[in-house]
């Protein structure tokens, strides 16, 4: 597990754990928490499925709700994000495939968390982990 409240982030499968076939999460925020902010994969696509509660999930130009049960698929080089809906919690299962060695991402997450890293460290891995993060107005206007 790495995080806690709000944002704790279970790491379930990593690509080397599949033979490359994906790399799999289970995110929980906490009280309309974000969980990504906008970026983009070029060579995966990524699935949200809500296993409890309700997140906002931005997929290319549309912002939508989802709850207990839905399922969000995003292809590769689609523009993304997501956070728990304002005032809720979500626990959310995310798979991307093909996979990607993530979780020492996710470590690296928790350092800067920590203030051991900084934020603009991640420019540095955006290729090493697929994670391309964008401007989208939209998505910074509504949260």
């Known amino acids: 597990m790495v995080g806690g409240d709000p944002v704790a982030v279970k790491l379930l499968a990593d690509s080397s754990a599949s033979g490359g076939a994906l790399s799999t999460v289970r995110v929980t925020l906490t009280d309309g928490a974000d969980g ?55 626990d959310i299962l995310i798979v991307i495939t093909p996979g990607v060695e993530r979780f020492e991402y996710f470590r690296h997450l928790q350092r800067i968390r920590l203030g051991e890293a900084t934020v603009e460290s991640l420019l540095e891995v955006q290729e090493l982990y697929d994670n391309h993060f964008l401007q989208i107005p939209a998505w910074d206007g509504r949260r």
Not at 49 to 71: F, K, Q, W
């Open 36 to 90: 990504a902010r906008p970026h983009l994969h070029k060579g995966s696509a990524e699935m949200f499925y809500l296993l409890d509660g309700a997140a906002e999930v931005l997929s290319g130009d549309d912002i939508v709700t989802a709850e207990r049960g839905d399922l969000v698929i995003v292809p590769p080089n689609m523009p993304h994000a997501f956070a728990a809906a304002p005032g809720t919690d979500a």
